[in-house]
């Protein structure tokens, strides 16, 4: 007997890769809602290569009653309303907001790197998926601090277009058309011109000159990770349509040279090594879209601290950013705790 599942914000972005990774994955579902707002009601979205359409449900009125897990991307407004009464219903929600994430009643799972924690969701009934940039470090993060103990972070992230939504992606295409054609094109979505620049803000500013981005990457990665690691981040848009990518410097406690990295990054879960040190030996945004990696390039020792290492890391942010690791968590859920799918 398989699971009966839910698909919230079926329409959107992380919405429509989680319905192609279920598929994908052949995850053991033996029925999928799509549900969405009452815009989308009574339309229709493909389920994966199944050939099997959904009719978008409106969340509104939809009864959770009944349903074993629901993967929310529906944004924190909403799923402040809805969450609760999924949660109270007995659906388990795995939340891709940001509404629950430093819940100490949530667990925040990467499930590469903190697999365990999963047990404590039944205070709440609620998962939280964390942030995108958050996702991808910590599983590069994890074999390291394992190995080594990481005392320090400063990561600089290259963040994509569509981690701010269709309309980031939107916004991108038409200011990049405009610009060829000669035509004016005022930023809507975003604070500046996004095509051909890059802007060092995401998310709202806080009063320390941090964004809530940079803030979310910082606290994220303690309670995912270890509350000890020192975290400070500096978050850009790029005009990147997918894919997010992060230059990360490293201080360990222990030494750790950048051979000994590279083999334990080799056969950590969750990455992939591609690291040449020739023309085109390392992994770009383009090349990460459609899969589920993290991918890891460019390691080399930090020779300005002791202890010290340089890498880059790229994955694509709709699928191990949202979408695949909230399905990797139903996985998890399914294998300790509901066991519907075996």
């Known amino acids: 007997m398989g699971y009966r599942v839910v698909v919230a914000g079926a329409t959107g972005n992380v919405g429509r890769e989680m319905l192609n990774i279920l598929a994908e994955r052949q995850f053991p579902a033996d029925e999928i809602a799509a549900v969405a707002s009452s815009r989308s009601a009574g339309e229709t979205i493909e389920y994966g290569e199944t050939g099997q359409t959904l009719k978008i449900q409106n969340i509104e009125h939809f009864d959770p009653a009944g349903w074993d ?6 944004g924190s407004d ?11 219903a007995g659906c388990t929600v795995i939340d891709n907001s940001s509404l629950y994430r430093m819940d100490p009643d949530v667990p925040l799972i990467v499930p590469e790197v ?18 995108c940039s958050t996702a991808q470090m910590v599983v590069a993060l994890k074999p390291l601090h394992d190995a080594a103990k990481i005392r320090r972070v400063v990561v600089s992230t290259y963040q994509s277009v569509s981690g701010a939504g269709k309309a980031g992606m ?3 295409f038409e200011q990049s058309r405009n610009i060829f054609v000669g035509d004016q094109s005022e930023p809507q979505k ?26 979310k990457m910082v606290v994220e990665t303690k309670k995912i990770l270890d509350p000890k690691i020192r975290v ?7 005009p990147v349509f997918v894919g997010h990518s992060e230059s990360i410097n490293i201080e ?3 030494e750790l040279s950048a051979e000994e990295a590279q083999n334990i990054l080799r056969e950590a879960p969750g990455v992939m090594l591609v690291d040449k040190r020739e023309d085109g030996g390392y992994v770009t945004p383009v090349e ?5 990696a993290t991918f890891i390039s460019r390691v080399r020792d930090d020779s300005t601290v002791d202890n010290g290492l340089n890498l880059w890391c790229v994955s694509d942010n709709l699928r191990k950013g949202a979408a695949l690791n909230a399905v990797q968590i139903a996985e998890l859920l399914g294998r300790r705790h509901l066991h519907k799918g075996d």
Do not use: M
Not at 123 to 131: F, G, T, Y
């Open 69 to 74: 897990i629901a993967l929310f991307a529906i």
């Open 78 to 88: 909403a799923t402040k309303v809805h969450a609760p009464r999924f949660a109270t």
């Open 114 to 131: 903190n697999p365990d924690a999963i047990d404590g969701y039944k205070a709440r009934n609620i998962i939280a998926n964390p942030n």
């Open 170 to 172: 939107d916004e991108l």
């Open 190 to 215: 975003f604070t500046k011109q996004i095509a051909f620049n890059v802007i060092p803000h995401i998310d709202k500013f806080l009063e320390d000159g941090s964004t809530k981005e940079e803030w």
């Open 232 to 238: 400070t981040a500096t978050c850009v848009r790029v």
């Open 252 to 254: 360990f406690e222990n």
């Open 288 to 292: 990460c879209v459609g899969d589920y």
